[in-house]
């Protein structure tokens, strides 16, 4: 089973409702779960937690993946999204448990390779989850998504305007890609950020997820 660092509710009694960071390519969950800490004060009911990708990053032998990359391979998305999933919604189904929580109280913040992971396991549920927060990311397999289960939570995708990892087209694409499987997407783009998470992106990404899981 997969893991990594937590955050218990700030306001110190059991959590009301949940968040789970997924990671990007070459990092682990330590690089997110500080973005717990600066949203557990406007979210003191919430627990967070940041699981480590299962594999060692073949370009970052530091770091974890979720999938391996090569970036020649058109088809390595979806392939890779689609062999993560399973170990992924095991770790979904334990960790909601542990704090009593459904996917109605439960959403998905996804970074890079781990928005990748977040639209695609998180809209494949038999339940769908309260949100989906996406940062410079992009949709691994729409056709998959638009075959799947009917599972339409709000989705925020925010993308950096300068992103030279996955560029900006991606953010466009994907919103494509959900609108064709009738799953609305609101989007926001950071100007001159790369790929990266700039502040009005953690300020939007709170007021979401506020929202969402109110």
Same mark, same amino acid.
């Given at each position: 089973? %997969? ?34 800490? /600066? ?25 974890? /993946? ?46 890079? /390779? ?7 396991? =998180? ?10 927060? =996406? ?9 998959? %998504?638009? @075959? ?12 950096g305007e300068q992103d030279d990892m996955i560029?900006l087209g991606a953010l466009f694409a994907a @919103? ?16 001159? %950020? =790369?790929?990266? %998470? ?5 300020e939007l990404g709170a007021d979401f997820l ?5």
């Amino acid at each position: 089973m %997969i893991d990594g660092p937590r955050l218990e509710p700030a306001a110190g009694g059991p959590a009301r409702s949940l968040v789970i960071f997924l990671h990007g390519y070459g990092a682990d969950g330590n690089d997110l779960i500080a973005i717990g800490r /600066q949203w557990a004060g406007d979210m003191p009911d919430t627990a967070f937690v940041a699981p480590h990708a299962p594999e060692a990053c073949s370009m970052a032998p530091v770091g974890r /993946q979720w999938f391996h990359l090569t970036l020649r391979d058109p088809g390595e998305y979806a392939r890779g999204v689609a062999a993560a999933r399973p170990e992924l919604d095991e770790f979904f189904d334990a960790e909601m448990a542990r704090h009593g929580v459904d996917e109605s109280r439960t959403a998905l913040v996804g970074f890079s /390779q781990g928005t990748m992971m977040a639209l695609h396991a =998180g809209l494949l549920r038999d339940k769908g989850f309260a949100g989906l927060l =996406g940062y410079s990311g992009l949709l691994a397999d729409p056709d998959a %998504i638009k @075959a799947g289960p009917s599972q339409k939570p709000p989705i925020l995708l925010i993308h950096g305007e300068q992103d030279d990892m996955i560029p900006l087209g991606a953010l466009f694409a994907a @919103a494509e890609g959900l609108g064709a499987a009738d799953i609305p997407a609101a989007w926001h783009i950071s100007k001159g %950020i =790369g790929h990266g %998470i700039a502040p009005d992106g953690l300020e939007l990404g709170a007021d979401f997820l506020k929202r969402v899981l109110r």
